[in-house]
């Protein structure tokens, strides 16, 4: 008899934690491959221009020093580095959060009652394949400034987190439910204490994905015109003026901001779902 | 191989020996790929009488039109070598210069051509002091004028940067209280939306400069004589619109392709000159003088105007046109 | 049968579509009664269990608890599944407390059930523990205490061991007989295993093949803890192999 049937025999947990100091190694650890490959990038890119050797490859000193100059004094038409930040990460913030606010309880709504979704599919699907950047004409037209946005944004958001939330409802075990109702539970408390807890991953996946399309299309709706702050729109900024350094900034920012709200929704996933042994990505 | 055979084989080595002379001549022709923005068919003029005319066709040249947005766009396509001409803003040569671009002006080609619209509401100068002002973008010439534009009123505007086809429906929306952007958008804007009217049809800076031709260097210096052909073909283009300007608008109202056009046109004229092959020296130092002031351009590459002229602009092939010109009469 | 009254009475005749899977089946059980429903698998064992428990309609007929048809809102039932039947984003003590939460138990009232429980089934130190974390017979056990949390009217058990291996198996059915002895709960307990019936009944009743019938209903007399060498228990079990055997 193993170690493992004894322990099953007497019913003993088998997943010990892991010891503190093995889990600091290990971040040391990671966190020091990761610095080597940004390095060896950082070299390629180098290695790069002197291969392409054109005006119009900036080298990563080139851009290093566009960048202080960005953070120091700002861009040309005066605004600083942090409002062009701030803008871009507010309109997101607007529109992804109405994108949740309707995506998921709209998803349940449709995940429940099986009949109003196939009832509104075919008018309401194509929708989902029309990309926010296709509507940029339109809104241009029928909407200024922050409302534009806004509308962009949401329609980045919306679907992934409708769509996850939608499919995610099915996927509920029908076993879980049975204990509630067994014991009693109208659906209101299903509702809340069962099916929320069981989609919430799923939301969370599709708030991630939500994210990424909300950030996409803020910078795409930047350039596009109309406001005179955000990352978008200062890179278009410096494109007119050829000045590529700034815009390899403007880029590297982009995906640096896009990184780290990746990470910060990582984070939440993770801790709201210490329950879940299988890692999200 | 059977007689029949070598026969017919003889008879087609001949035709091609014949044909070789034919061949030869056609390839004398040369392609130009010129680059232009959207709507500024009345601001480049003389480039589409010369090709309405059949200006480029006699210089053995045959021009083949790529549009963009505004002049930035159309540089950065320049920079990759799509294109081999370019006609664009004096602000948006300026910059790419700055930033290691390299060309050689042939000729000027448009005037003046920086009119402010704007909203009924805006009577004055002083009226638009704190507001929005639409731009085709902030490297165009359009954009360099309009500081001017604040510097000369003692106000202080908002630049808002937007594609040249969206400035109508913002001025219309009143996202913007103004818009200053070239012919014939500006005319288009004033009779579309409702009230608008042109606060400074003219630029601060009377004669002001706007628009220039530039040809690679790798032709004006490799090819000189296609340079010298496009410049001529262009100084045709100009004398026709001296000559004929009735005829000069129907055409370019035929190039413009839009309702209206011809009313569009005439409206718009008087907002530019496209008569001119020479720079306007006071105004293209002001503007040079401007776009250093707001850091759009550095000192690292064109050390000053007068450098940037000794460099980039290259009357040769102009004054070598004129002398060949001497007399002659565009026909109508 | 026992003197007790009838608590629960079953009278249906259970169809899905066209097909009859219980025929007129009539049985009664008393109060504080241990059952066990014998029978092959597929003969429809499943579908008494969860026609007791009130989540499913009788077709024809009814099952009566107190005298009124089962209802889940009315009644206090419970019901230790096959499978693993806990709410994986739940501790261990979350999960025990759902009865109790359901019917809006006061809070000090349920807290104490809860500890009562988490002694009782001995997972005390695994309170805050997750599904993921703990093996498949502690997970029972936990649903075993989610069961018996509740002051219930009727426990069902649907075949709660089979998935475990025989070892744990048998430490988990002497483990609820002590619950079920000291919280004197209704229980019906669905099997196909004869050894297990004879170790935890009083009473087992024995179904046919589908459409299922009564075939038997037997007394249990050995004392306990029942030893599975006693005469009385092999004779049981040759009787039960014989019911069972035979189909009707």
């Known amino acids: ?281 | 191989m059977t007689l029949m055979t070598r026969w017919m084989v003889a008879l087609l080595m001949v035709l091609m020996v014949l044909a070789l002379p034919v061949v030869a001549s056609a390839q004398k022709m040369t392609t130009l790929r010129v680059g232009d923005q959207i709507g500024s068919e009345l601001d480049y003029g003389p480039y589409w009488i010369a090709v309405e005319k059949g200006y480029f066709k006699e210089e053995g040249i045959t021009t083949v039109r790529k549009t963009y947005p505004n002049g930035p766009a159309t540089l950065l396509d320049y920079n990759k070598g799509e294109l081999d001409a370019v006609m664009a803003g004096l602000g948006p040569f300026l910059q790419a210069a700055s930033q290691g671009s390299d060309y050689v002006i042939v000729s000027s080609i448009t005037k003046g051509n920086a009119p402010l619209v704007a909203r009924p509401e805006i009577k004055a100068a002083k009226d638009l002091n704190g507001k929005r002002v639409g731009t085709p973008g902030l490297g165009t010439i359009h954009d360099t004028m309009l500081t001017l534009y604040e510097r000369e009123h003692g106000i202080k505007v908002e630049h808002v940067s937007a594609k040249i086809t969206d400035l109508v429906a913002m001025l219309e929306k009143g996202e913007v209280q103004g818009v200053l952007c070239w012919e014939t958008v500006a005319a288009t804007t004033v009779r579309a939306v409702k009230g608008a009217h042109y606060l400074a049809p003219l630029p601060v800076i009377p004669g002001a400069e706007s628009l220039e031709v530039i040809i690679s260097r790798k032709i004006a210096q490799g090819q000189p004589e296609v340079a010298l052909g496009f410049t001529r073909a262009l100084l045709k283009g100009m004398r026709y619109i001296d000559k004929h300007e009735d005829a000069a608008l129907a055409i370019i109202a035929k190039a413009m392709n839009v309702p209206d056009a011809i009313e569009l046109a005439r409206l718009a004229k008087n907002q530019v000159k496209v008569t001119d092959p020479y720079m306007e020296p006071k105004s293209s130092q002001i503007i040079y003088q401007s776009l250093l002031e707001t850091k759009k351009i550095t000192t690292e590459r064109v050390k000053g105007y007068d450098d940037f002229t000794q460099r980039f602009v290259d009357y040769s092939f102009l004054k070598k046109a004129e002398e060949s010109l001497k007399g002659w009469e565009p026909k109508k | 049968m026992r003197a007790g009254g009838e608590k629960v009475v079953v009278d249906v005749t259970q169809r899905f579509g066209d097909l009859v899977v219980l025929d007129h089946l009539r049985f009664s059980i008393a109060a504080n009664e241990f059952v066990c429903v014998l029978g092959k698998s597929g003969c429809g064992k499943t579908t008494v269990a969860n026609l007791l428990a009130g989540l499913l309609p009788c077709s024809e007929g009814t099952v009566t608890i107190d005298g009124v048809p089962t209802d889940p809102r009315r009644h206090e039932l419970a019901f230790v599944f096959q499978e693993p039947s806990l709410w994986p984003w739940r501790t261990v003590r979350d999960n025990i407390r759902i009865g109790l939460e359901i019917k809006r138990v006061p809070t000090p009232e349920l807290e104490r059930r809860v500890a009562e429980m988490i002694e009782l089934v001995g997972l005390r130190g695994f309170e805050a523990y997750y599904p993921y974390q703990i093996s498949g017979g502690m997970k029972q056990r936990v649903a075993i205490a989610r069961a018996f949390a509740v002051d219930a009217d009727l426990i069902l058990m649907d075949e709660p061991f089979a998935a475990l291996d025989e070892q744990t198996r048998h430490g988990m059915q002497a483990e609820v007989l002590r619950i079920w002895e000291r919280k004197k709960t209704t229980v019906v307990f669905v099997t196909h295993n004869l050894e297990e019936a004879i170790y935890l009944a009083e009473r087992i009743i024995v179904l046919t093949e589908k459409p299922a019938r009564i075939k038997a209903s037997l007394d249990v007399e050995l004392p306990r803890p029942r030893d599975y060498a006693h005469p009385g228990f092999i004779a049981l079990r040759k009787r039960l192999g014989e019911l069972m055997g035979s189909a009707w």
Do not use: C
């Open chain 1, 1 to 281: 008899m193993g170690a493992e049937e004894v322990a099953d025999v007497l019913g003993v947990a088998t997943a010990a934690p892991v010891p503190r100091e093995a889990g600091r190694r290990r971040s040391l650890r990671v966190l020091l491959h990761n610095a080597a490959a940004a390095l060896a990038v950082l070299a390629a890119w180098q290695a790069a221009t002197f291969i392409v050797h054109s005006v119009f490859f900036p080298s990563p000193w080139q851009v290093a020093r566009a960048f202080v100059d960005l953070a120091l004094n700002g861009d040309v038409a005066g605004h600083t580095l942090l409002t062009h930040m701030a803008w871009s990460m507010a309109r997101l913030a607007a529109g992804f959060l109405m994108g949740v606010v309707l995506g998921v309880p709209l998803g349940l709504l449709m995940g429940l009652y099986r009949p109003l979704y196939a009832g509104t599919r075919a008018a309401l699907e194509p929708f989902r394949f029309i990309p926010p950047i296709a509507w940029i004409p339109l809104t241009i037209v029928l909407l200024s400034g922050f409302p534009r946005y806004v509308f962009l944004i949401w329609l980045g958001a919306f679907f992934p987190i409708f769509v996850a939330t939608l499919v995610g409802v099915p996927r509920v075990e029908p076993i879980h439910k049975n204990v509630a109702k067994v014991h009693g539970a109208g659906r209101w408390y299903i509702l809340r204490k069962v099916v929320v807890p069981s989609v919430l991953p799923d939301i969370l996946g599709g708030m991630r994905v939500g994210m990424g399309t909300a950030w996409m299309t803020i910078v795409a709706a930047e350039m596009s015109g109309g406001e005179t702050t955000g990352l978008g729109r200062m890179m278009v900024n410096y494109a007119e003026l050829i000045r590529i350094p700034e815009i390899v900034v403007g880029m590297i920012l982009i995906g640096v901001l896009g990184f780290a709200m990746n990470e910060l929704l990582l984070r939440i996933e993770r801790r709201l779902f210490r329950w879940r042994w299988e890692v999200t990505l």
